[in-house]
């Protein structure tokens, strides 16, 4: 018993690591955003599309992933992720000396197509190593593990890429456009030092886990009710109704996740907050997260199920949502960094109401919930869009998080309860 509850904190101890790395990587978004906005003299459209190269790869690349880890197993897999991720960011100091946008979002592409195969083994492999009920919990303590990297991240690059934002743009304006671009190639070069550190770092993980005793979990069971009834394997994971939803529900709430975080520096700046006040408001969103995961890891399973904890979330949402619009300055603002409270309750739930019982289909059913991340670059850009089309009133941009909302609001009150399609009686 001790034996096994030692291995357990173990494999904890290893994917907790792993999570801290996607932190790192996922949340330095929120930086790249408006510090490539600056180098790079990008539209609020142009500057997302860091999150939706980001997310793109996670489409693209979640289902071949699953093929990879039907092979691999999950730890060779993961292993495997972090090298490619490795080679992605190694590709950012070539583009740092060029000064090439696309070539920096090929950079994010790759390092994303190595996330997204260490994601497609690390989080199904956290679903199924405890209880289902667990869940929840588990994914909370990943979380943790997540949002501290996150904040770290912010805090530590935040410093180095836009300390000086503010006056590196006052003074582009008083010079001609060769002292414009000699500007702007030095504050491209601020990324070189931070990414080679970053790749290292990469590949040392890489070998730990490689080296490490983590082992391989068993992905067989049954799918059982909201009763606890079992119920029969089915051929296709598209059998599974309260799976299907629930990868719908990860789409809309990858939007409400990364829109606080990845967008609330620019919303910041549309609402005339200047850049050294709104470049720490990023963090703020990530500690506002942490606290939201101690919550569930505190709270559910023992004292509230993952189903209600998504309830709150998805009605907190939807007011701070409805709050973000209707209030202005820096008070939206604030609005918009509370809705990193339901925010941070959302990853873990979703997952744990949808892959319950899946059997055989666990992976590939991971690799569409990794796919569904997309939701959050698609949203992500057309948040940025909106920021330009109504630049004089960028509260409009919000809105688009309340069908996010609702969609799981819904969810949480009978999508996942949903455990078989209806169909039409003929005659």
Not at 151 to 179: K, R, T, W
Not at 302 to 326: C, E, N, P
Request: glycine share 10%; charged share 10%.
């Amino acid at each position: 018993m001790a034996e096994n509850k030692n291995s357990y904190r173990y494999s904890l101890a290893i994917i907790g690591l792993l999570f801290f790395v996607f932190g790192f990587l996922t949340w330095i978004n929120g930086i790249l955003i408006p510090y490539f906005k600056i180098c790079m003299e990008l539209s609020n459209f142009e500057a997302t599309l860091v999150a939706f190269c980001a997310y793109f790869a996670y489409f693209v690349m979640a289902l071949p992933s699953a093929y990879v880890l039907k092979h691999t197993g999950y730890k060779k897999g993961m292993v495997w992720g972090m090298c490619v991720m490795a080679l992605g960011t190694l590709l950012f100091i070539p583009a740092a000396y060029s000064r090439i946008y696309p070539l920096f979002l090929a950079g994010l592409f790759v390092t994303a197509t190595g996330l997204a195969l260490v994601q497609t083994a690390a989080n199904p492999y956290i679903a199924i190593m405890g209880p289902i009920e667990g869940t929840a919990q588990r994914i909370g303590y990943m979380g943790i593990a997540n949002k501290v990297a996150g904040i770290f991240c912010l805090f530590v690059l935040g410093s180095v890429f836009l300390a000086d934002a503010d006056s590196l743009s006052s003074s582009l304006e008083g010079l001609n456009e060769l002292q414009k671009a000699e500007a702007l190639d030095s504050y491209a070069l601020k990324i070189v030092n931070p990414y080679i550190i970053i790749s290292i770092v990469l590949f040392g993980v890489a070998g730990l886990v490689y080296f490490s005793k983590l082992p391989e979990v068993d992905e067989m069971g049954s799918a059982t009710d909201e009763d606890g009834k079992v119920l029969e394997d089915r051929k296709s994971v598209y059998e599974y109704p309260y799976l299907v939803l629930g990868v719908i529900a990860l789409f809309v709430a990858g939007a409400c996740e990364t829109v606080p975080i990845d967008g609330i520096i620019i919303y910041c700046q549309a609402l005339d907050i200047p850049m050294s006040s709104a470049r720490h408001f990023s963090t703020y969103t990530l500690f506002i997260m942490l606290f939201g995961y101690l919550l569930v890891s505190i709270l559910v399973p023992k004292y509230v199920s993952q189903q209600k904890v998504l309830l709150f979330a998805s009605i907190w949402g939807l007011v701070l949502t409805v709050g973000t619009y209707l209030t202005s300055g820096i008070y939206s603002a604030y609005c918009m960094l509370l809705l990193g409270f339901s925010a941070s309750m959302l990853w873990g739930t979703i997952w744990g109401l949808a892959l319950r019982g899946l059997g055989g289909h666990t992976k590939k059913a991971s690799a569409f919930m990794i796919m569904s991340l997309i939701g959050g670059g698609i949203v992500t850009v057309v948040f940025g869009e909106l920021l330009d089309t109504y630049a004089s009133n960028p509260q409009v941009s919000v809105l688009i998080l309340l069908p996010c909302y609702l969609f799981i609001l819904y969810y949480s009150i009978k999508g996942y309860r949903t455990d078989y399609w209806k169909t039409a009686k003929i005659g």
